[in-house]
């Protein structure tokens, strides 16, 4: 069984550009769930989608939004980059909220991006 | 609020050595599930396990056990007999919905490092 897929693995942008970070979750699973890991400040919580629509959302500013396809996949966005942006990007995925509930969220192996 | 500590940065012990990485949280509910995930060099988040609030049973799997008592608010990690393939950062994890979905919230990690 494939696990939890993402794209890039690493990607260098500058100040004020936009990025956008994907992940294919593993068949089956419909949440997925998006972290971000940056120096100093731990993992931390940023999205979760389920069957299409966002679900919950961590304390990040509105330039972070995603959007997750019919197929289950997901994208993380993010507008007008900044250097604190810079971190490891992880996506993960669990079965449907409410089916398999006790099932843990599975992660991909990141994209860690970098803000010059 | 929800919140997790491990007080333990950096833990660095030669190998065969057993080794315990402690983990604490806080939480206002009564239901709640608590992880733990691996995170070799790699970045990927290994799930370790699972336990929710209601079974405190210890448990066991080969040379890993996990020490969960709601009396002290803790849930702590052991490796027996550790081995340099254990070396990596290891994260407890807190979450007040089934499976996290309403995201998990991450002590700050403790990394370890078996030495040969």
């Known amino acids: 069984e494939a696990g939890v897929t993402q794209s890039p693995t690493h990607l260098i942008k500058t100040r004020g550009q936009q990025v956008t970070l994907r992940c294919s979750p593993i068949s089956g699973h419909t949440s997925v769930y998006w972290y971000q890991q940056a120096l100093g400040l731990g993992l931390q919580f940023l999205l979760w989608y389920d069957e299409g629509e966002e679900r919950n959302r961590g304390n990040f500013p509105p330039r972070f939004s995603g959007r997750q396809f019919p197929n289950y996949s997901s994208e993380l966005n993010v507008n007008a980059l900044e250097l604190e942006d810079s971190a490891l990007y992880l996506c993960?995925?669990?079965?449907?909220w409410g089916e398999g509930a006790n099932q843990p969220q599975h992660f991909g192996d990141g994209t860690r991006l970098s803000i010059l | 609020a929800q919140k997790v500590t491990q007080a333990q940065t950096e833990i660095s012990v030669v190998e065969k050595e057993d080794v315990t990485l402690d983990c604490v949280y806080e939480t206002r509910d009564t239901t709640y599930y608590l992880f733990w995930y691996k995170q070799p060099p790699s970045g990927e988040l290994v799930f370790l396990i699972r336990?929710?609030?209601?079974?405190?049973q210890n448990e066991i799997s080969g040379r890993y056990s996990w020490n969960f008592q709601k009396s002290t608010s803790s849930f702590n990690f052991t490796i027996t007999a550790s081995q340099v393939v254990d070396s990596a950062v290891y994260f407890c994890a807190l979450s007040e919905a089934p499976g996290g979905a309403d995201g998990l919230t991450f002590g700050k990690g403790t990394h370890l490092i078996i030495q040969p």
């Open positions: 336990r929710n609030s209601f079974d405190e």
């Open positions: 993960a995925s669990s079965p449907r």
